[in-house]
């Protein structure tokens, strides 16, 4: 641990990427999660990959929405231990950039600034007509289906479905701000062929580090690994 916090702070341009595995540490249970998955089924009739899709969402708009405000807008998630850390690390300008596929915004709950977020954030709900943006609450106080209030047209979540691209434009600058790093600091991530082959494959350096609370065969692909619950072992870093 000591030799990663002096890796850290001997970082140049250090870039975090915020796995999964930092919302779980929060207590957060995804939707793949099998027992969330398996009460979701039975209770809607649908799996939450099938409800959280487009396909579902541009056909079967009413239950898309009864679920999303349910199940997704209805948790209330504060950013632990570990966000925090890399909050101040941020603002020491240690941290130059934190790239995250949550959609919750903890990283910028907790104070960080220059977030990329691949799958979007529930907070930043738009109007596909006008481009106006709505908040989580306007969507959740909503009677049935969401509508703009200028041009009356259903919202659309600010989040990205399951089989949907990335933005081309979020995904060109998580590309060049992982190939400026000189430490690539991963988080809560599975370091899985697709991880390998979609982000680690910008990063040119030589110190991947990995802090991880499950291990995963995918750990060798970190220069340095440490184990454990992240907000116990990301506070020592700093
Ligand atoms: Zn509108």
Request: hydrophobic share 35%; aromatic share 10%.
């Amino acid at each position: 641990m000591n030799l990663v916090k002096k890796l850290v702070h001997e970082s140049k341009y250090l870039v975090v990427f915020s796995g999964s595995g930092m919302q779980r540490d929060c207590g957060h249970k995804s939707l793949r999660d099998p027992e969330r998955a398996y009460r979701i089924e039975a209770e809607y009739g649908y799996s939450p990959e099938e409800m959280f899709s487009s396909a579902f969402y541009n056909t079967r708009i009413e239950p898309f929405y009864q679920f999303y405000k349910k199940e997704i807008l209805s948790e209330e998630m504060k950013p632990g231990a570990a966000y925090q850390a890399i909050a101040s690390l941020e603002k020491e300008g240690i941290v130059k950039t934190v790239i995250t596929k949550e959609i919750y915004g903890m990283c910028k709950k907790a104070g960080c600034k220059n977030v990329l977020e691949l799958h979007g954030d529930i907070e930043e709900n738009r109007c596909p007509r006008c481009g106006k943006v709505y908040s989580k609450q306007y969507i959740k106080e909503a009677k049935k289906v969401p509508l703009c209030e200028d041009c009356m047209v259903t919202i659309r979540p600010g989040i990205r479905f399951y089989g949907e691209m990335i933005d081309n434009g979020i995904m060109t600058k998580v590309a060049n701000e992982i190939a400026k790093a000189d430490v690539f600091l991963a988080l809560g991530v599975r370091l899985d062929p697709d991880f390998c082959d979609q982000t680690l494959s910008y990063y040119t350096g030589d110190k991947r580090i990995l802090l991880t609370n499950r291990e995963d065969p995918g750990d060798v692909n970190a220069d340095y690994v440490v184990h454990g619950n992240l907000n116990e072992i990301v506070p020592q870093i700093l």
